[in-house]
């Protein structure tokens, strides 16, 4: 049977089958004509270039079977360039809705095998009508990228289909939860949208993300770089921040997103999903007093702390290779989810610095705005002095995290392990921004700064005049360790709420979540804050 819709441009029109039973059947041979696609040759070059195709990347997202298409017949209106004669169905993007672990999930994927995946008036409005259905019905979007921007051949009505995406991406921000899936090599507008959504996840080799490719670099600025030198998964994911997850294959990718969906709520109005959790909350942490060492000075790996707090030592590590002297990671406490924020010793002392703050300011927006609870696990000496970093505008990137942390209504609780000096401290939720329960351990030291640096400045006189200048150096420092730096300091001043055994963590956090769980918070009417971005 011929399909009537095979030869819509010029040539003779096929017939349309008379009675009921052909025309089902004439449905049924066009929806497998659209399943397959354009080509088994265009197939072939996608797996040969080591990517799956739309189809396959959505099977993986989705809960088998579950998968429902929305417009697989549309096809574009353009003219100009030879497009009246190549009218693909779907016009190179599939869009449609399913689940995800029983819940509804809205995705869209480029069809590189179709323009490249490159963005058309249809392509645009097909995109639109899902993000509008999934902003309706308050369920996540997934969008799968592999397109190589506006299509040329399209002009402006291409660039206006963009226009139409970022103002929903914006619109969606907050209200639902928005994940991008960077599968190929995403230019222009395909690479802004991720950059508006929640989550970037991008897949080694395979996936790039620039405003201009290498060939536009190259005649500009002179510079020649590869694809991936430019805008590829380790670029965007340790150098530029642009990416919060990297991974080997599409299919490890993918099922990483089906993790992050199973951490998050549907919507703005709901709480994240629970679990029942067969690890005890008053399991103990005797080994967290090994774990961290008294001095102040001595590193360890903020990783394991969080290991042996959270359920069955099972969290998800958002920008891991980021901004590493900060870690932001989502793990369940108890069944709940919770959104963790933590020094890193290891790395840079765990001081705040730019890149630092930026990632953990826009962590604890994103945890604030789907309803996931706050813990902060600090270990801090301060933010990080340098040329560098004030004339980075360090002051600026470093009060978007204070902003978020005293915009968030989410329950927030801090523990100090072990220091929290200066600005650091306070910014990192102390009580005096809002945080609703502050816990340390006997081993915290909370000052301005650290003993040395505090008795060189307001001892100075006292060190300059003495004999043995050293020996009154020591002295001092022991006097200002002793009076203002122990562990008891903040407590007797109800700057903390109570100092913990390490190995009661776990419960201490879980109870104090339970508690908050009822938590109800309004900031004063207004159109909207002015965040320093
Ligand atoms: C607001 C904005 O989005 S501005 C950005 C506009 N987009 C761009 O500048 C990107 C232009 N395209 C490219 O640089 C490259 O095609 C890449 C890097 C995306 C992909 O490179 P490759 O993997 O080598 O694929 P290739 O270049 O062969 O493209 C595949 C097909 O898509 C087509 N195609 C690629 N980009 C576009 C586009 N933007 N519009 C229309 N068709 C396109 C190609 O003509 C080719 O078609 P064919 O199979 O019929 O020959």
Redesign the pocket.
């Known amino acids: 049977m011929t399909v009537v819709h095979e030869a819509p441009v010029g040539g003779e029109v096929p017939e349309i089958p008379a009675d009921a039973r052909g025309r089902v059947a004439e449905l049924h041979e066009l929806r497998e004509k659209v399943r397959r696609g354009p080509s088994e040759k265009a197939t072939e070059a996608q797996h040969a270039k080591g990517k799956l195709t739309a189809r396959e990347r959505i099977e993986l997202l989705l809960d088998e079977g579950s998968f429902r298409e929305v417009e697989p017949l549309r096809r574009h209106r353009a003219t100009g360039f030879g497009l009246e004669a190549k009218k693909p169905h779907t016009d190179g993007v599939i869009v449609g809705w399913g689940t995800v672990h029983g819940r509804t999930v809205f995705t869209y994927a480029h069809d590189f095998r179709i323009?490249?995946g490159?963005l058309g008036e249809a392509h645009a409005q097909k995109i639109h009508k899902i993000m509008d259905m999934a902003i309706a019905a308050g369920a996540p979007l997934v969008s799968l990228n592999d397109g190589?921007?506006?299509?040329?051949?399209e002009g402006v009505t291409a660039?206006a289909g963009?226009g139409g995406i970022f103002q929903r991406n914006t619109k969606a921000s907050g209200v639902i939860p928005q994940i991008s899936v960077m599968l190929g090599?995403c230019?222009?507008?395909?690479a802004y949208s991720p950059a508006l959504t929640d989550f970037v996840f991008m897949v080694r080799e395979t996936s790039q993300m620039f405003i201009t490719?290498p060939d536009v670099v190259q005649a500009v600025t002179g510079e020649k770089i590869s694809?991936n030198g430019l805008g590829g998964a380790d670029v965007h994911a340790g150098v530029s921040g642009v990416s919060h997850f990297v991974y080997d294959d599409e299919q490890s990718c993918i099922e990483e997103v089906r993790y992050l969906l199973s951490l998050l709520p549907q919507n703005n109005r709901e709480m994240p999903p629970t679990v029942l959790s067969d690890d005890p909350v008053q399991r103990r942490n005797d080994s967290l007093l090994d774990l961290v060492p008294v001095d102040g000075n001595r590193p360890y790996d903020m990783r394991k702390v969080i290991e042996e707090i959270v359920d069955h030592g099972e969290y998800l590590e958002v920008h891991e290779r980021w901004a590493t002297n900060v870690l932001c990671v989502l793990a369940r406490i108890d069944g709940h989810v919770v959104g963790i924020i933590a020094n890193q010793p290891q790395s840079l002392a765990g001081v705040l610095d730019i890149n630092a703050s930026e990632k953990a300011a826009r962590f604890v927006q994103m945890c604030d705005a789907f309803n996931i609870p706050l813990v902060t696990l600090l270990d801090v000496p301060g933010f990080l002095p340098g040329v560098d970093q004030e004339h980075g505008g360090i002051i600026r990137h470093g009060a978007k995290l204070l902003y978020a942390y005293c915009n968030a209504t989410v329950p927030r609780i801090s523990l100090i392990l072990r220091k929290a000096y200066g600005g650091a401290y306070i910014v990192m939720d102390s009580q005096s921004i809002g945080a609703d329960l502050t816990y340390a351990w006997p081993t915290n030291e909370i000052a301005v700064m650290g003993a040395e640096g505090a008795a060189n400045v307001i001892f100075r006189r006292d060190i300059n005049g003495a004999e043995d200048p050293d020996a009154m150096r020591a002295q001092k420092i022991k006097e200002y360790k002793n009076e203002l730096m122990h562990p008891y300091y903040a407590a007797e001043r109800g700057l903390v709420d109570d100092v913990i055994d390490p190995a009661e963590t776990r419960e201490v956090l879980a109870s104090a979540l339970a508690m908050l769980r009822t938590k109800h918070a309004d900031l004063p009417s207004r159109k909207h804050g002015n965040p320093p971005m």
């Open positions: 323009f490249g490159a190589a921007g506006a299509r040329i051949q660039l963009y090599p230019a222009g507008g395909a490719g694809q």
